[in-house]
């Protein structure tokens, strides 16, 4: 079982909390990074140091609109806590902000030129997961992939101050990628909040019934639906590999752990044989490694072949 760290009173919040400097506004943003249950793909120690705060910056203000949307503590008040989210994005990029993730997030979009529009995609997808717990076709999950990962990865690439559109493009093949190797991880902790992010019209097709995901069957039929949605999965990861290539040096490895990270939860899953009801599969500490290993030769493949 995995445990959550507890989040600071400051994420819980609707209200500013007491101001604070910018070096202790990125240091709690981190502090979520780094803490929460949640891992965050970028932002390690392989991405240039003096990056590393507006990538924090970014992912508290994920993190915690997606915990309003998501937390049981935010239970009956998560339309009440988006909307003064949102209020506060709005505010700070017009230079007005309180909240320590706001500050950050302000010195962020300031120092690396951040446009607010993927922000607010952002929030749109945490007000989606309130009202749409279904999506009848891949189409229509692909639509939220827009707003729910695909913004992620462009406010990574405007950190770094890669704006070409075909670079976007890529970095949004690999978002939505990673965002259905994820559903696909974690269907059994969806179902718990009564959200179902498989199409409608693949269930129907491989004739799996709403009732046998919520009990838990790992029927045949099931497993056939998973080997089809890995396939596809797959499919788009390979379509978004070459953006490994086309980003330098500063950001060009850490997306080839991420690449190599997501097509081996795909292959965990496919291990545990499609099982992810009673065995959550997870990258371990030697799969890390591993994938650090083949990451490197990847990128610098003279380094290990000579």
């Given amino acids: 079982?995995?445990?959550?760290?507890?989040?600071?009173?400051?994420?819980?919040?609707?209200?500013?909390?007491?101001?604070?400097?910018?070096?202790?506004?990125?240091?709690?943003?981190?502090?979520?990074?780094?803490?929460?249950?949640?891992?965050?793909?970028?932002?390690?120690?392989?991405?240039?140091?003096?990056?590393?705060?507006?990538?924090?910056?970014?992912?508290?203000?994920?993190?915690?609109?997606d915990d309003f949307a998501d937390e049981p503590i935010h239970a009956g008040r998560r339309d009440?806590?988006?909307?003064?989210?949102?209020?506060?994005?709005?505010?700070?990029?017009?230079?007005?902000?309180?909240?320590?993730?706001?500050?950050?997030?302000?010195?962020?979009?300031?120092?690396r030129d951040l446009p607010i529009s993927p922000l607010r995609d952002l929030l749109t997808a945490a007000r989606m997961d309130l009202v749409t717990p279904r999506h009848p076709t891949f189409e229509s999950l692909r639509s939220y992939s827009t707003y729910a990962a695909q913004p992620i990865g462009r406010l990574v690439l405007y950190i770094f101050d890669y704006r070409d559109a075909g670079l976007h493009r890529a970095s949004d093949d690999l978002c939505t990628a990673l965002h259905l190797a994820h559903i696909l991880q974690d269907l059994d902790r969806d179902l718990e909040r009564g959200r179902i992010y498989l199409p409608e019209e693949d269930l129907a097709h491989f004739q799996v019934r709403e009732s046998d995901l919520g009990a838990g069957r790992v029927t045949s039929a099931f497993r056939d639906l998973m080997r089809f949605q890995i396939a596809r999965t797959r499919a788009l990861f390979e379509r978004a590999r070459p953006l490994c290539s086309w980003v330098g040096r500063d950001l060009g490895f850490e997306l080839n752990l991420i690449w190599q990270g997501g097509m081996r939860l795909l292959d965990k899953i496919e291990a545990t044989d499609y099982d992810v009801f009673h065995r959550r599969p997870v990258l371990t500490r030697t799969d890390e490694l591993r994938l650090v290993a083949i990451s490197a030769a990847r990128r610098w493949p003279l380094l290990y072949y000579p």
């Fill in 1 to 65: 079982m995995i445990r959550r760290a507890p989040m600071p009173a400051w994420t819980h919040s609707p209200i500013a909390a007491e101001a604070c400097s910018t070096e202790e506004a990125f240091a709690h943003c981190e502090r979520i990074a780094r803490n929460h249950y949640e891992n965050f793909p970028v932002a390690s120690r392989f991405v240039p140091e003096y990056l590393r705060p507006y990538l924090w910056a970014v992912y508290a203000f994920v993190r915690t609109a």
């Fill in 80 to 111: 009440e806590l988006l909307s003064d989210w949102e209020e506060q994005l709005e505010s700070c990029f017009h230079g007005e902000a309180s909240h320590p993730i706001f500050i950050a997030l302000r010195e962020a979009a300031e120092r």
